[in-house]
């Protein structure tokens, strides 16, 4: 009675309780795997496509910044200010913060402490040019300022009356540098501090324009300066034109 019976436990064994073969269990859950393996890959270029959308638009915004950036400082600069311009180099002196006062009272050759409107917020060791009717002479501050007077680091040489200008004048460098991924960089310097401007560059050029449209390479000529932008991620080339103070 129970050899009878055999056959049909191993019956049992392929088939569940509610009627369902276990090989079309098998087939149903290979099937269900494939499904979900193909939805995670789909998953995952969507989420590439995405970051590497968000990676864009941040380069962009990096680089609409930075631009902005370059185009408001440039505009400070004067031929007479420009120390350097190259194509991979431009520096020039101008006064990015806008620190400027006037002197309270006269000034006397051999005099270091100038007395002045506001001197608040100047730093030390930054570089300052007194002007007056006839003459400008630049000098370096010796302390912080104060309220009332900046301390030079040197003797001035000449005499200003009262009302004569001081202002800052900030030492501006734009120049190019490879990254650690053979990537170019625009670098933006003011007076010791350095830091990249706008990054992932396939490369950077600087070109210098006289009044009449050529290029220059007589600084005392340049009246224009142009900065023309690879990006690395194969998007159009950006040229960027700023016309320099006369």
């Known amino acids: 009675m129970s050899g009878s019976k055999r056959p049909y436990g191993w019956v049992n064994i392929l088939i569940s309780p509610s009627g369902v073969c276990l090989s079309e269990l098998m087939v149903a859950l290979t099937i269900g795997t494939l499904v979900l393996a193909g939805s995670l890959e789909a998953f995952n270029i ?56 006037v002197t309270t009272g006269s000034v006397a050759a051999g005099q270091t402490v100038l007395p002045v409107q506001n001197g608040s917020g100047w730093e030390a060791g930054k570089s300052v040019v007194l002007c007056g009717v006839s003459r400008c002479e630049y000098s370096r501050l010796g302390s912080a300022g104060q309220r009332s007077q900046l301390l030079l680091s040197g003797p001035v040489g000449g005499t200003y009356p009262a009302g004569a200008s001081v202002e800052v004048r900030n030492r501006v460098t734009y120049y190019t540098r490879m990254d650690d991924r053979d990537r170019m960089q625009l670098m933006r310097q003011i007076d010791g501090g350095a830091g990249v401007l706008i990054g992932d560059l396939q490369s950077v050029r600087l070109s210098y324009w006289d009044e009449w449209g050529q290029a220059s390479a007589n600084i005392g000529r340049i009246v224009r300066v142009a900065v023309e932008l690879v990006p690395i991620a194969g998007d159009p080339k950006v040229v960027r034109d700023v016309t320099v103070r006369s």
């Open 46 to 101: 969507v989420q590439a496509q995405a970051v590497r959308q968000q990676r864009i638009m941040a380069a962009q915004q990096e680089m609409r910044l930075g631009l902005e950036v370059f185009e408001q400082e440039v505009r400070m600069a004067s031929s007479s200010a420009i120390a350097i311009a190259r194509s991979d180099r431009f520096e020039f002196s101008a006064n990015i913060h806008g620190l400027r006062t």
